[in-house]
């Protein structure tokens, strides 16, 4: 469930709080990356300070002994919520540095890929003129080869004989005639 910014500002320092209000809206969208890697690593250390509080109040509670010997309550009612006020804040700015990450990476692709075309259209330039030539220019030659052409009358003539003469060579052995 969303925290509000109301009840952060009950639950933090004003430290923290300034920490946290720089990864809300329109802040985190004005910081550059170097800016939010170092609230990155605050809100890390942070979170994790309150994750150790919270485990060792969670073994007193339970009736084992603090193994630090420090039988002092942690200070503050409400470290599961503070605890995931930072929690958000650095979900928050994880998710703006990949953004930031993934626009710069676009960026570098669309400029390589401006690059690449232009180096493309450099390697097809125009081709120079041939300068003068001839009028008429070359002409081609004429092939010596015949040309080899069958009248339609006898496409069908060469396999009709093949069949007629088969008939005649099977006629013969069994003493019948075929026309």
Known sequence: MAISCKSESKLLSHEELQTVRATHHPAIYESDLKELRTIQGRLRTERAKLRTLINRSSRVHRGKPDPHEDNRQPHGEHLLKRKQVFAKALRRVNNEI????????????????????????????????????????????????RRKTISRSKIGSVSQGTKVAQGVRDARGTGSKVN
């Open 98 to 145: 990949k953004r930031l990450v993934k626009f710069g990476a676009n960026a570098k692709l669309v400029e390589a890929a401006h690059r690449a075309l232009a180096s493309r259209r450099d390697k097809f330039a125009a081709v120079p003129s041939a300068g003068r030539t001839a009028s008429a220019g070359m002409q081609p030659n004429p092939s010596r080869r």
